[in-house]
Each structure stands twice: as structure tokens, then as C-alpha cells.
């Protein structure tokens, strides 16, 4: 019979647990150094096209338009998501720093997470701007007035919290006495919550159906909202102004299609594909959480005219 300070000591140990070692992608060890190149060329593209992306819209009065204001939200969240991820893993490749502390792996954990739902959620009310914008253009100053859009940022911000933060307490429950390796480049929920010893069932039914149901309301609600925007379209009498009104959706688009495509892919691979090899879907994971936030500045610098033209005189200033 073990003794009670024992007893004692192995409680305070499972519950505040020491380090756990980041492995890196499991099968390309030796090459790391490598693989950390293109992961922190297309992390300084994301910083620099998100910053740019964000000062634009404070500095110009004509990009002060809710559209550019949630377009200013997903630059800031995708910046949270890249950084809350890809400092830490160039840090695995290139420094062999390996090491994380449990409240470090929790607050990495918590953000990438965060950051992900309310990714989905500043989308949806990017949609129903479009909506609102093309179905009642006359009514879009009273309906979408800054005070409802503020409104509207701290409900999205409030709901993705109160999502993610359950996450956080299901997993300080848990006693962790086997391995502390784990076989990925982040802490993600689910792949933490497998080295504990004691039964998880909440841990994998919470962490995989509450944000996929979010997420897949977002999507519902974003589907809903663009085939009205297509039947308010074809309405429309002259060519012109449906090319016009489906280019003002045509960044929106791509930027929904960049962040759910490979969302679901991810979450259903690691829940459903036994047969996807790990290496491949933690390099997956990788590219999910840097290669979207390096694009979206860009798909939105390209297909939006008022931030097209405003990048130009950006930059014709800097080298004039």
C-alpha cells in the first residue's frame, strides 16, 4: 500500500504536470532545419501582409466601412493564429527547444483554438455584410451602423471564447502519469489530452463536436446567406451591375473556400482517417495555420480595388 504523502505527491504531480516535449513531425526528423525555411518565409509574409492589411484600414477614412472593419478582425485573428503557432514550432526545427511547460501548452492550445472559431465567425458576419450590402444597399448605413457593428465584434469574440475556454478546464481534470512526448509541432486539445491516464470520452466528443456544430452553423449561415446574395444578383437588370456586385464577393469567396476546405479536411482526418499517415497530417496542421493568413492579405490587396489602390500609393510614396 503506498503511503498517503506518496499518494499525496503523485496527485500534485498528475494534476500539475511537468513539461511535455513538442516532438516536431514524427518520420522527418532530419529535416527540420529544412522544413522550417518555407514556414518562416510564409510566416513573415503573413506579419508584414496582415500589418500592412491593418494599417491601411486605420490610417484610411475611406477603408472606415464595416466590411474593412471585420476585414481588419480576420487580419488580427489570423495573425493570433499564426503567431500562437509558428514561433514556437521554428523554435522545435531550428533550436531542437523542444520543451513546454503545461500552462505554456495550455495557452497555446487556447489560441490556436480561439483564434480558428473566430476566424469561422468574423467570416459569417463578412457574409451577411455582403448580404446586407447587395440585397439592401438603401438600408445598409441603418442596418449595419457602428454601433451594432461593435455589437456584433464582441458577440463573435465572446461566443468563440466561451466555446474554446471549456477546452482548457477538461483538460487540467485530467492526471497525466504515462508519456509527455507529444507527436506534433503545437498543443492541440485532443492530441494532449491522449497522453493522459484516465478516461477522455468528454475531452473527444466536446473538443470535436462543439466546434465542428459552430463551425458547421457558420457555414449554413454563410451558404443561406450568398445564394440570397446570387438570387438578389441575377435580379439585377444590367450586365455591369452583376459583374460588379459579384466582385465586391468575389474576395470573400476565395477567403471562405482558403480557410474551409482544408478545416475540414483536418478535423475529419484526425478524427475519421486512421488510414492518413501522421506525418502527412501534421505537416497538413502546419501549412493550415500559416499558408491562409499569408494568402488572405493578398487575395483581398488583389481583388479589392479600394485596397488595390491604396497599396500602390503605399508603396509609389516609400520609393518616391
Request: proline share 6%.
Amino acid at each position: 500500500m503506498p503511503s498517503a504523502s506518496a499518494m499525496i505527491i503523485f496527485n500534485l504531480s498528475s494534476y500539475n504536470p511537468g513539461p511535455f516535449i513538442l516532438v516536431g513531425i514524427p518520420g522527418l526528423e532530419q529535416f527540420h532545419m529544412w522544413i522550417g525555411i518555407p514556414f518562416c518565409i510564409i510566416y513573415i509574409v503573413a506579419v508584414v501582409g496582415n500589418c500592412i492589411l491593418l494599417y491601411l484600414i486605420v490610417v484610411e477614412h475611406s477603408l472606415h466601412e464595416p466590411m474593412f472593419f471585420f476585414l481588419s478582425m480576420l487580419a488580427m485573428t489570423d495573425l493570433i493564429l499564426s503567431t500562437a503557432g509558428v514561433p514556437k514550432t521554428l523554435s522545435i526545427f531550428w533550436l531542437g527547444a523542444r520543451e513546454i511547460t503545461f500552462p505554456g501548452c495550455l495557452t497555446q492550445m487556447f489560441f490556436l483554438h480561439y483564434s480558428f472559431v473566430l476566424d469561422s465567425a468574423i467570416l459569417m458576419a463578412m457574409a451577411f455584410d455582403r448580404y446586407v450590402a447587395i440585397c439592401s444597399p438603401l438600408r445598409y448605413t441603418t442596418i449595419l451602423t457602428p454601433k451594432t457593428i461593435i455589437k456584433s465584434a464582441m458577440g463573435i469574440s465572446f461566443r468563440s471564447f466561451c466555446i474554446i475556454l471549456p477546452d482548457v478546464f477538461l483538460l487540467t481534470r485530467l492526471p497525466f502519469c504515462r508519456t509527455r512526448n507529444i507527436p506534433h509541432t503545437y498543443c492541440e486539445h485532443i492530441g494532449v489530452a491522449r497522453l493522459a491516464c484516465a478516461d477522455i470520452s468528454i475531452n473527444i466528443w466536446y473538443g470535436f463536436c462543439v466546434p465542428i456544430m459552430t463551425v458547421i452553423s457558420d457555414v449554413i449561415l454563410i451558404a443561406v446567406s450568398y445564394v440570397l446574395i446570387l438570387c438578389a444578383v441575377f435580379r439585377l437588370p444590367s450586365q455591369d451591375a452583376r459583374q460588379k456586385a459579384l466582385g465586391t464577393c468575389g474576395s470573400h469567396v476565395c477567403v471562405i473556400l482558403m480557410f474551409y476546405t482544408p478545416a475540414f479536411f483536418s478535423i475529419l482526418a484526425h478524427r475519421f482517417g486512421h488510414n492518413v499517415s501522421r506525418t502527412f497530417h501534421i505537416m497538413f496542421a502546419n501549412f493550415y495555420i500559416v499558408i491562409p493568413p499569408a494568402l488572405n492579405p493578398m487575395v483581398y490587396g488583389v481583388k479589392t480595388k479600394q485596397i488595390r489602390d491604396k497599396v500602390i500609393l503605399l508603396f509609389s510614396k516609400g520609393t518616391g
